[in-house]
């Protein structure tokens, strides 16, 4: 990647704020090194509106939390403006998708708490303050407490703040995703018409979103993350002139392109990690191969869509079915793919359709429901870890488990997934787990078993 811009005089400018060759792990609660971030070079340069996508996990708060210095690549370097980054870059500042404001504070407080690190008068403080909160549409709500406003107007707060320290870079994490869709919009509109405008003082944004459509809509690059670990894949420039338009053809195309890539990097044409199916009367093998994870999904979420396939049968890609069940892109994808590993559906291109054991499936009774489910979980080399264990003792220490996940799947958190795991387990009536002994074992009576 070219990471360098020219001045107006022709000389190189290092980018406002880079990543070079980063990496970053982080220990688990369980005390396990969880590969987050590999080889990540993404750099900001000066007025550019970047955008990072990337499904749940993939590691863009990461990479945004080692921009702003929050956090430390564990190998590579974080650079602003081409110096090393020591701490917190106190050149950059972030909005949160929770506002992150202080409850006993007025608006106008609020926002001061984005010069407590500079040394001010009081004067230019106030002035500072003022401006942002001007800036933003905030002018008659200096005085008011964050629970007197809406959540669009939280968030105008939490814009102000970000801006009135006049950040070389301004970070979005989310910032949209907790405001209705109008307010959302409202509020994107604004920022870029603050963006485009000379003299805020605004000019290099980096944003991180779940959204393609919100990606499309503002950025003038976007960088869409591979997941575990999370790697660069797709970097795309984004010509569309502003305001765009997000019914033009040229608009849908660049979302299409985006989704493609997620939907092909995730669900692919040709998955089936269910290698090495145990032959009735052969020992279950626990042997290191490469093993698929599992979407980290509940239960009823994976039978609440099977229902809602069943029941719309023209829902029959992935964006509709988004749409229908009201979860953002990433998170279908995820629920369809838990569905597809397990062979209720399959996924030509960005289709979704029942397989013929899916069918089956939805159309049985609570019993013949668990007896498919347990025989396609039994099918998934990762249950070979616990079942394996679980023919040879009566039961297993869930730590002992986890570190076997772990090993298997440097990627992905041992305890969340052993957290699936044993949800699909339950279900399955092929295991179950006792929090107070942190033990797991095979449960005696499975029609007692039946549970989400
Ligand atoms: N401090 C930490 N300790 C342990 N694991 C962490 C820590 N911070 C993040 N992780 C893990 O790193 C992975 C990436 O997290 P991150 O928040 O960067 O992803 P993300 O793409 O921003 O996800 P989301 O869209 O859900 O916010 C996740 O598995 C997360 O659980």
């Known amino acids: ?75 590579g370097r974080a650079l602003m403006e081409g110096q090393p980054l020591h701490g917190v870059n106190t050149q950059a500042s972030v909005v949160f998708q929770t506002f992150a404001l202080y409850p006993w504070l007025t608006v106008e407080q609020n926002v001061a708490v984005g010069l407590m690190s500079r040394q001010l008068s009081r004067a230019d403080r106030d002035a500072a303050v003022d401006r942002a909160i001007e800036l933003i549409g905030l002018g008659n709500y200096h005085a008011a407490y964050p629970r007197e406003l809406s959540g669009g107007m939280r968030q105008r707060v939490g814009i102000a703040r970000a801006l009135v320290s006049q950040p070389r870079l301004l970070c979005l994490d989310e910032a949209f995703s907790a405001l209705d869709v109008l307010t959302a919009e409202n509020l994107r509109q604004e920022l870029i018409s603050l963006w485009r405008t000379p003299g805020t003082g605004l000019s290099s944004i980096f944003m991180v979103t779940h959204n393609i459509e919100e990606a499309v809509e503002m950025a003038t690059r976007i960088v869409v993350l591979f997941p575990r670990p999370g790697r660069l894949g797709l970097v795309l420039d984004n010509p569309l002139p502003y305001p765009r338009d997000t019914r033009s053809t040229e608009f849908q195309r660049l979302v299409s392109i985006i989704h493609e890539c997620i939907t092909t990097t995730t669900l692919p044409d040709h998955p089936a990690d269910l290698l090495d199916v145990p032959q009735a009367g052969q020992p279950i093998s626990r042997g290191r191969k490469r093993m698929e994870s599992i979407p980290l999904v509940p239960v009823g979420q994976i039978l609440g869509l099977l229902s809602i396939l069943h029941d719309s049968p023209e829902l029959s890609n992935i964006y509709d079915i988004s749409d229908e069940i009201g979860k953002e892109f990433g998170e279908t994808i995820s629920l369809v793919k838990a569905a597809e590993i397990l062979e209720f559906i399959d996924t030509p291109k960005d289709e979704v359709r029942f397989t013929e054991l899916g069918q089956r499936f939805v159309g049985a009774d609570a019993a013949g429901k668990q007896a498919i489910f347990a025989e396609q979980v039994f099918k998934l080399r990762l249950f070979h870890i616990i079942i394996a264990l679980l023919n040879e003792h009566e039961e297993v220490e869930a730590e002992r488990v986890i570190k076997d996940i772990a090993s298997a799947l440097p990627y992905d958190s041992p305890e969340k997934v052993f957290e699936t795991m044993i949800a699909w387990g339950r279900y399955a009536g092929l295991m179950d787990f006792n929090t107070k002994t942190g033990m797991v074992f095979v449960p005696k009576d499975d029609t007692d078993e039946i549970g989400q």
């Open 1 to 75: 990647m070219n990471t360098l811009n020219l001045d107006t005089h022709g000389s190189v400018k290092p980018p406002i704020a880079e990543l070079c060759a980063v990496n970053k792990s982080f220990i688990t609660a369980g005390g396990h090194e969880l590969k987050v971030l590999q080889d990540i070079d993404v750099a900001v340069h000066e007025g550019e509106l970047l955008a990072l996508l990337g499904q749940s996990g993939s590691g863009k708060s990461t990479i945004l939390r080692c921009l702003t210095g929050l956090i430390e690549p564990s190998s």
